[in-house]
């Protein structure tokens, strides 16, 4: 069974800081791997997707990278703001899933960034 | 306006009382899922449908209902509600079309309260 984990559960920094949010997962065989933003109220919005025959994807000053074969994507924000505290989740589509397409979610970083 | 939307967005029902959480997407999409997210941990799959004649049991099916009444409509029926589904519910769209490069969209969430 997929397991995610995400590391740290929190995190706080000062603006301008760059910082990187981790993710590890258990089996390897997925399809993608999907970055979302979690603010309270409003629901998920998807940040990024990373195909498996992938190795990294940008969007603006995010950017997400995927090693398979060690079961670890990381989640860059460059030169953080107060607009980008939120909570950051993690998930993973695996082919275990078959056609269900299910995701496997992490637990979510919360990061706060200090003015 | 919003892509994949929920009514209501915040509920509170007693225990023993049937309640039915609604979903609408306007992406076209075939596919719809149900999740549910608990404090500290991440959203896990309870029902999805790959069309309206295929619905299919997900990883916490117990205790829940669905209904795909159209290929833009999702339901999830409570049958008796208990406190343990006290819990924020999510609604998910996407497209088979693209195979396993499929993202999932997500709507608002329903805060779902059983006292």
């Known amino acids: 069974k997929q397991e995610v984990t995400q590391i740290p559960a929190a995190l706080s920094v000062p603006e301008g800081e760059n910082l990187v949010l981790n993710c590890s997962f258990t089996?390897?065989?997925?399809?993608?791997l999907q970055w979302f933003r979690q603010d309270p109220g409003k629901g998920l919005t998807s940040l990024l997707l990373?195909?498996?025959?992938?190795r990294e994807q940008t969007s603006g000053r995010l950017n997400a990278s995927l090693d398979k074969s060690s079961g670890r994507s990381t989640l860059y924000i460059a030169a953080s703001q107060p607009g980008d505290s939120a909570t950051y989740l993690c998930?993973?589509?695996?082919?275990?899933?078959?056609?269900?397409?299910?995701?496997?979610f992490g637990s979510g970083t919360q990061l706060t960034v200090l003015p | 306006d919003a892509d994949v939307t929920q009514t209501p967005r915040n509920r509170i029902t007693k225990t023993g009382k049937r309640i039915m959480l609604e979903c609408s997407q306007t992406?076209?999409?075939?596919?719809m899922y149900w999740y549910r997210q608990d404090p500290g941990l991440g959203l896990r799959l309870i029902y999805y449908?790959?069309?309206?004649?295929?619905?299919n049991k997900g990883e916490i099916s117990d205790g829940y209902s669905v209904s795909r009444q159209a290929q833009a409509k999702f339901s999830l029926s409570l049958e008796s509600a208990i406190p343990n589904q006290t819990a924020l519910y999510f609604c998910?769209?996407?497209?088979?079309?693209?195979?396993?490069?499929?993202?999932?969209?997500f709507g608002p969430g329903t805060r779902l309260t059983v006292t």
């Open positions: 998930a993973v589509n695996s082919i275990s899933s078959g056609s269900a397409r299910q995701l496997t």
């Open positions: 089996d390897s065989a997925i399809y993608n």
């Open positions: 998910a769209t996407s497209d088979e079309r693209t195979g396993m490069r499929s993202e999932q969209y």
């Open positions: 990373i195909q498996s025959s992938q």
């Open positions: 992406k076209g999409h075939d596919r």
């Open positions: 449908s790959f069309d309206v004649k295929d619905i």
